[in-house]
């Protein structure tokens, strides 16, 4: 009987998810003529006037009499008159007031820290066990997740955790976040020469990290920008804050005229390392890295001239609502001994497929295909409704429509398992390996490094799409598309972190790179995997 009602329960909730599809993508399709028509409007009112007129003066005496024909014809019929000029001017109301202001990308600035913060996979593990607390299971269990993490020999710790016994207190923190954030935000405003009193909207994210004043304060107070400038602090919503934080400058673009937004996406790494014995927290210490990054947005029209991207679609989706396993799968708690961490559960790709499903069902009307779209839904049809048990779930190939692919480089089994549901090949998840490979899991910043190691291998070509891809707590997948404005030729004299490194890249990172490390301060890791995968 217990079966049976769990069937049932999962039919319904396979129809109501069926509902849900189709009414995104019948309210994508619906937004999308809306803007059509809209965008058509001034030539539908120019072939009707010229209709009206050619019926008005069918067979005018000559070009000179038109002028007074009208003007007698408006005599005759002012009512008439003043409700078609009405018209016109409510129709030009709405069409101006309708369209959505574009959001121009003026340029980025990824942080690179100095050799000084640079460290192999062996001095990192040596620096975590010279902290004292680590068991020699918990050492070589971390040893086990850098082989297998895809990240490399020379990624980047702030020196609070580089320095013996590390040194994890709110100085140190603020100091390490100080300079990524100035740092970024430095060479950005170099770039571009923009001022920072031009600056209109200022969005800082950072997640585990929110100190008081706020990062924004922080900005504001450093470049002494204007008394009326917009700002907004994020935090603790995860690596694809990034994302968030772009869509809320976007709607504050649209209020604001005529000005920038700064956005900064960091982590800090100070206070977040774990530094516990319990399994889910350390896989952390063996991702996350140092870095950061800055972004320039504008609704200037002038910009376009200059800018690199315009932004064409921000799609957010949240699954916190749909189940508990969903909300918990990353969470920052203490562990029995009281050692705060963030803990990764086992089903975080299971949960991590299912937000990026839902993602995708809104984003694909945006941009597929109609053809794509079509065999989308007939997936679904025959799955959830006709109960074709043969039925696979097809993905749509959005490579027939975007060129590039950011994906958060959360770790090794993230981009394995995107690569294989997209249908992605080595060279579209080459930037995201890479990124993960050089500067470890920035974080809500890592897009900003990708997109730049695109750029510096001379992959932007104008009129392409890049869809950036975010997961992050709670849980949360969202998307960005950007389209070029123009091919990005030279980065030689930018701020692009990836000048030192881009001629020796890509190179290959195989599943397992083992590596060692001193024995007498640690256990020598093991060649048996436990089944714990990487975030």
């Known amino acids: ?21 189709v009414r995104h993508a019948t309210l994508n399709h619906a937004r999308q003529l809306y803007h059509r028509l809209l965008s058509r409007l001034p030539h539908l009112l120019a072939v009707t006037l010229l209709v009206a007129a050619a019926q008005l003066f069918s067979a005018p005496p000559s070009l000179a009499s038109a002028p007074r024909a009208l003007l007698l014809w408006a005599r005759a019929n002012a009512a008439l008159a003043a409700a078609a000029c009405l018209g016109f001017l409510a129709a030009a109301y709405a069409y101006a007031s309708s369209r959505p202001r574009p959001v121009y990308l003026v340029d980025m600035a990824g942080y690179k820290p100095g050799r000084a913060h640079e460290a192999t996979r062996a001095q990192s593990v040596r620096h975590f066990t010279a902290a004292g607390r680590f068991t020699d299971e918990s050492v070589a269990f971390q040893a086990r997740m850098l082989e297998r993490a895809g990240v490399g020999e020379a990624t980047h710790f702030p020196a609070s955790l580089l320095s013996v016994p590390v040194d994890m207190c709110l100085r140190a923190a603020r100091e390490e ?31 585990l990290f929110s100190p008081t004043p706020s990062f924004t304060s922080v900005v504001v107070n450093r470049y002494g920008m204007r008394h009326d400038v917009v700002s907004h602090n994020l935090s603790g919503m995860g690596c694809s804050a990034g994302i968030i934080a772009i869509d809320l400058a976007k709607r504050l673009l649209q209020v604001h005229r005529d000005t920038y937004a700064l956005v900064v996406s960091t982590e800090n790494i100070t206070l977040n390392a774990y530094l516990g014995n319990h399994r889910p927290m350390l896989v952390t210490n063996t991702l996350f890295r140092m870095g950061g990054a800055a972004v320039l947005l504008s609704n200037r029209r002038a910009d376009r001239r200059v800018a690199k991207y315009q932004l064409v679609h921000t799609v957010r989706t949240h699954r916190g609502g749909a189940s508990d396993r969903s909300y918990g799968c990353v969470t920052q708690e203490e562990d029995a001994e009281g050692n705060v961490g963030v803990s990764l559960s086992k089903e975080l790709m299971s949960v991590a497929g299912e937000a990026l499903r839902t993602n995708i069902t809104t984003l694909g009307p945006l941009v597929l295909p109609l053809s794509e779209q079509l065999r989308f839904l007939a997936a679904v049809l025959l799955r959830r409704v006709l109960q074709r048990a043969g039925a696979k779930p097809y993905v749509p190939d959005f490579k027939l429509a975007l060129e590039h692919f950011c994906i958060h480089a959360g770790g090794r089994g993230v981009l394995d398992e995107l690569e294989r549901s997209l249908g992605l090949s080595a060279w579209h998840m080459e930037p995201s390996r890479m990124t993960l490979y050089r500067f470890g899991n920035t974080s809500s910043s890592s897009l900003w490094y990708e997109l730049a190691y695109c750029e510096a291998k001379g992959r932007i070509k104008k009129g392409d799409r890049v869809w950036q891809i975010a997961f992050g707590s709670g849980f ?21 972190p ?9 190179v290959h990172v195989p599943k397992v790179a083992p590596f060692a490390y001193d024995v007498d301060k640690a256990a020598p890791p093991s060649s048996k995997d436990d089944g714990h995968h990487d975030a």
């Open 1 to 21: 009987m217990a079966s049976h009602q769990r069937h049932h329960r999962s039919i319904a909730m396979d129809r109501a998810e069926l509902f849900r599809t």
């Open 498 to 506: 990836w000048l030192a490194d881009i001629d020796q890249l890509p």
């Open 476 to 496: 949360k997948c969202n998307s960005a598309v950007w389209k070029a404005l123009r091919t990005v030729e030279d980065v030689r004299e930018t701020t692009n």
């Open 177 to 207: 976040s100080e300079a990524v954030v100035f740092g970024a935000v430095d060479g950005l405003l170099a770039s571009t020469g923009v001022r920072a009193q031009d600056i209109g909207v200022v969005i800082v994210n950072s997640s």
